[in-house]
């Protein structure tokens, strides 16, 4: 109705033009049937190329190039029947100039109203509440950087008010975009934001290397500003899911070093069509074993468990992929031997990923006898097994911290290593071809996982602080749960049995810088808006992790980020006959005696921080 009013009144405009001038606008006698027919075809064609349909408010140039193919196609149609009319009867219909302007006038018409509403609502709610905004700038200019803005003008609530655009190269500084500054960056980015009064910086240029970005966040965070990250985009990808995708940058996107490359094909060879088993499945590391080895297409992949609900979730989890694998659960604790061996015999796995661990240090420096029966005889039980099913690869997930261990879990963790490489030894010397090839992977810490320290960060920042560290120069390495399952594949992949991986885990982390720019990408200021307190380290902890043992060496392998870390090797039946004892001990929760053993076994096994540090004198 709002465009056939604006007809009305272009044709009547024109009208008022030309008799001005003294011409007639229509020269046929037959008036009211040109007029009904002028609006006629006008509406025929506002109907074939559905010029009403768009939502105003969000009208583009789509809706314009619509309009203009609606008013040629009128004008075109109206000149050749003034034409052929001409030919019939002599005379014109009607003036071809005036029709025209006409057209003309109709056209702005359309297009004017609109663009004049789509303004009146763009300015209405973006000046609505713009105090509440966060003033931010787009660092990018690329079609990337354009799409993002233009979906945080629509986004309701809004979060933002855009306040210009970053060019890296300098190249467009005295030009615009969406009619915002594109601004000169000619030293830091934490000056110019000051100079447009901006709050926090959306990274959005896809040619930026890891390198780039990571100066720039740390530019920013150094000043307290706010720093957002955003995929890459689809141009054909909504502006609602767009906005959804503008997000704080995460603390994994901060780990300096470069995407892991895989070796598909070796990894493919050892799990495609294979029964696969995975201990631990429910756990943080397992899980995502799981989800990794699926997209190797193995015929069966059994995930084995002893927690309930966790194990549950997973299930659930794996309900929902499109996977050809037959997944089965299994609730049982790899303690108990007799149950791993139901599952053996029923399932048959052709390589096993031992991940069933525990891992908390100052829970299992508590609890010794706990750490003995699910760390070492746990593995025991798996490891024994495979060799009896004739399993083709174990692959058994370690931790740095069985290197010169200074707590009990991170010995259990290394006599479960010395007691799988021994298993590969006896299998080497009693020449028997098929044996079970045994390979361990060992690496620090994982972001996110159960436990680690950025979800604590995370939740004591959420909770107002303080955020506890227990020592200000205590470091650690640190991958993500993604690479560390990556590698752990890869290793399993690549190894001939007896070898022990260590990861390339990057730069060591300082664990305070790590708590201060957690805080800072919350967006608040470390020490004053969130404490940092520092409560002294936990029992068997150390300042620094090691990955190597100081009689070890390493061996490059043709992954540059995987290394073979060559340890001395174990009589099987000595060390057998050790962990016997070690576990009969245990099962009587005499914590010293434990220990001790531990230590007998582990001679490099040092307690740290530790009520059993009086053992070793």
């Not at 370690?398 to 030894?425: C, F, H, W």
């Not at 602080?465 to 640190?478: A, K, L, N, S």
């Not at 001990?585 to 053993?597: G, L, R, S, T, W």
């Amino acid at each position: 109705m709002i465009d056939f009013l604006v007809l009305v009144l272009s044709f009547f405009f024109t009208l008022l033009i030309f008799k001005g001038t003294g011409l007639e606008y229509i020269i046929t006698p037959h008036t009211f049937l040109f007029i009904g027919s002028v609006f006629a075809v006008n509406v025929f064609f506002f109907w074939l190329f559905r010029t009403y349909s768009g939502i105003i408010r969000h009208s583009s140039y789509i809706d314009a190039v619509k309009l203009l193919f609606s008013q040629m196609a009128v004008l075109t149609i109206f000149l050749f029947f003034n034409f052929g009319y001409e030919l019939l009867y002599g005379q014109k219909a009607f003036l071809n100039t005036a029709f025209f302007i006409n057209i003309v006038l109709s056209f702005c018409g359309l297009f004017l109203y609109r663009v004049i509403i789509k303004q009146t609502f763009e300015f209405y709610f973006s000046e609505q509440g713009t105090n509440k905004l966060i003033r931010t700038i787009i660092y990018g200019t690329d079609a990337n950087a354009i799409s993002v803005a233009n979906a945080l003008k629509f986004e309701t609530p809004s979060r933002f008010k855009i306040v210009g655009f970053v060019d890296k190269n300098n190249q467009n500084a005295t030009k615009r975009m969406l009619d915002l500054p594109i601004l000169v960056k000619k030293k830091k980015l934490p000056p110019l934001m000051r100079s447009v009064n901006a709050q926090a910086v959306i990274i959005a240029d896809k040619s930026l290397s890891k390198e780039e970005r990571l100066v720039i966040v740390d530019q920013c965070l150094e000043f307290n500003y706010r720093v957002y990250t955003v995929p890459l985009i689809s141009d054909w990808e909504n502006q609602k899911e767009i906005s959804q995708k503008v997000k704080n940058i995460q603390i994994e996107d901060l780990l300096e070093r470069k995407p892991i490359v895989l070796d598909s094909k070796l990894i493919s060879k050892q799990l495609k069509d294979k029964t696969i088993l995975i201990t631990g499945a429910a756990g943080s590391i397992g899980s995502e074993i799981v989800r990794q080895v699926l997209c190797f297409n193995p015929k069966i992949v059994v995930v084995l468990d002893q927690a309930e609900t966790p194990l549950h979730h997973l299930c659930l989890e794996m309900k929902n992929l499109d996977s050809n694998s037959k997944i089965y659960n299994v609730i049982a604790d790899v303690r108990n031997k007799v149950a791993m061996d139901n599952v053996f015999k029923r399932y048959q796995p052709q390589v096993v990923f031992h991940a069933a661990a525990y891992k908390h240090v100052p829970l299992m420096e508590e609890n010794p006898s706990q750490a003995i029966l699910t760390n070492i005889e746990g593995t025991k039980n798996i490891a024994d097994l495979s060799c009896l099913y004739k399993v083709k690869k174990f692959v058994m997930v370690s931790t740095d911290k069985a290197v010169n261990p200074s707590n009990v879990m991170g010995a259990s963790k290394r006599i479960a290593e010395k007691y799988v490489q021994s298993l590969q030894l006896k299998n080497k010397n009693d020449g028997e071809i098929n044996a079970t090839k045994f390979i361990t992977t060992r690496f620090g810490n994982v972001l996110g996982s159960n436990g680690s320290v950025v979800p604590l960060f995370t939740k004591q920042i959420a909770n107002g602080g303080p955020v506890t560290i227990t020592h200000p120069d205590i470091i650690r390495y640190f991958m993500t749960i993604p690479e560390a399952c990556q590698l752990v594949l890869e290793a399993g992949a690549m190894g001939n049995g007896g070898e022990i991986y260590i990861f390339d885990m990057g730069k060591p982390v300082k664990i305070i810088d790590l708590a201060k720019k957690m805080i800072k990408l919350a967006g608040f200021i470390p020490d004053k808006d969130i404490k940092i307190q520092i409560v002294g380290l936990r029992p068997g902890e150390k300042l620094y992790e090691e990955l190597l043992n100081d009689t070890s060496k390493t061996l490059p392998t043709y992954h540059e980020k995987i290394m073979i870390a060559e340890e001395i090797l174990d009589e099987f039946e000595n060390l057998n006959a050790d962990i016997e004892e070690l576990i009969g001990v245990a099962n009587h929760h005499e914590n010293d005696h434990i220990v001790m053993k531990m230590k007998k076994i582990v001679p490099e096994f040092k307690s740290m921080n530790s009520t059993f540090e009086l053992l070793d004198k």
